[in-house]
């Protein structure tokens, strides 16, 4: 399980959090009974917090690997095709790959070596965005498959604090 | 594609430094494939 800060509603073609946070957790996994035997899955993530954080969406992943997240250093027009982002190596050279850019997937297909991908707007089903994304906005690339995402108010943590999420999945 | 039913629900437990506890019910419930299924509830706060 991990988690991110960003705002935004998830859609069902996302592949990445919204800004995630941290390192992902494991989770306990159990099967229990809520009507019939056996009917739900049930997902026990937990999260420690030593810093002042925000948690607002939370996935489910089958690895445990922290997905590249860097940022935009310029903004990205409705018409670009090509990104500039920093931590340029932490995303590998293995194109394609997918990256989630606020509420909208690109497909990036190569790159400059430096700190420029060259896109595909819109993957993976997403709305290209008809608005300029700004500077700064996190580009989060995918660390296994993320198979459950959920969104909600943003809830504030202190160090100190620790937050239990309880994902269950009941079949009727 | 034939599928059973399902609900997924998220519920949290915050608990703070000083020990107290604040609990997060529902804070994000989809259900798929049941006669309510178009009643798709997301980001309601669920605090209690």
């Given at each position: 399980?991990?988690?991110?800060?960003?705002?935004?509603?998830?859609?069902p073609t996302?592949?990445?959090?919204?800004?995630?946070?941290?390192?992902?957790?494991s989770?306990t996994?159990?099967k229990?009974?809520?009507?019939?035997s056996g009917?739900t899955?049930?997902?026990?993530g937990t999260?420690?917090?030593?810093i002042?954080?925000?948690?607002?969406n939370?996935?489910?992943?089958d690895?445990?690997?922290?997905?590249?997240?860097?940022?935009?250093?310029?903004?990205?027009?409705?018409?670009?095709?090509?990104?500039r982002?920093?931590?340029?190596?932490?995303?590998g050279?293995?194109f394609?790959f997918?990256v989630?850019v606020?509420?909208e997937?690109?497909l990036?297909?190569?790159g400059?070596?430096?700190?420029?991908?060259?896109?595909?707007?819109?993957?993976?089903?997403?709305?290209?965005?008809?608005?300029?994304i700004?500077?700064?906005?996190?580009?989060?690339?995918?660390?296994?498959?993320?198979?459950?995402?959920?969104?909600?108010?943003?809830?504030?943590?202190?160090?100190?604090?620790?937050?239990?999420?309880n994902?269950?999945?009941q079949?009727? | 594609?034939?599928y059973?039913?399902?609900?997924i629900?998220v519920?949290?437990?915050?608990t703070?430094?000083?020990?107290?506890?604040?609990v997060?019910?529902?804070?994000?419930?989809?259900?798929?494939?049941?006669?309510?299924e178009n009643?798709?509830?997301?980001?309601?706060?669920g605090?209690?």
């Amino acid at each position: 399980m991990a988690w991110g800060s960003g705002t935004q509603t998830v859609s069902p073609t996302d592949v990445a959090l919204f800004s995630p946070t941290l390192n992902p957790v494991s989770c306990t996994i159990s099967k229990e009974t809520i009507v019939t035997s056996g009917d739900t899955y049930l997902c026990i993530g937990t999260i420690n917090s030593d810093i002042y954080q925000t948690v607002s969406n939370i996935g489910l992943f089958d690895s445990g690997l922290t997905a590249p997240n860097g940022q935009l250093i310029s903004q990205v027009n409705p018409g670009d095709t090509s990104i500039r982002v920093n931590l340029y190596g932490t995303y590998g050279n293995s194109f394609p790959f997918e990256v989630q850019v606020s509420t909208e997937v690109m497909l990036v297909t190569s790159g400059n070596g430096t700190d420029t991908f060259y896109v595909t707007r819109g993957y993976n089903g997403s709305t290209r965005s008809t608005s300029i994304i700004p500077t700064y906005t996190p580009v989060t690339g995918v660390a296994g498959t993320m198979f459950l995402k959920s969104s909600f108010p943003v809830v504030s943590l202190t160090p100190g604090d620790s937050m239990q999420f309880n994902v269950s999945i009941q079949f009727i | 594609m034939n599928y059973k039913p399902f609900t997924i629900k998220v519920n949290a437990t915050v608990t703070r430094a000083d020990g107290t506890q604040e609990v997060y019910g529902d804070i994000d419930l989809v259900k798929v494939g049941t006669e309510e299924e178009n009643d798709l509830v997301t980001n309601d706060t669920g605090q209690n």
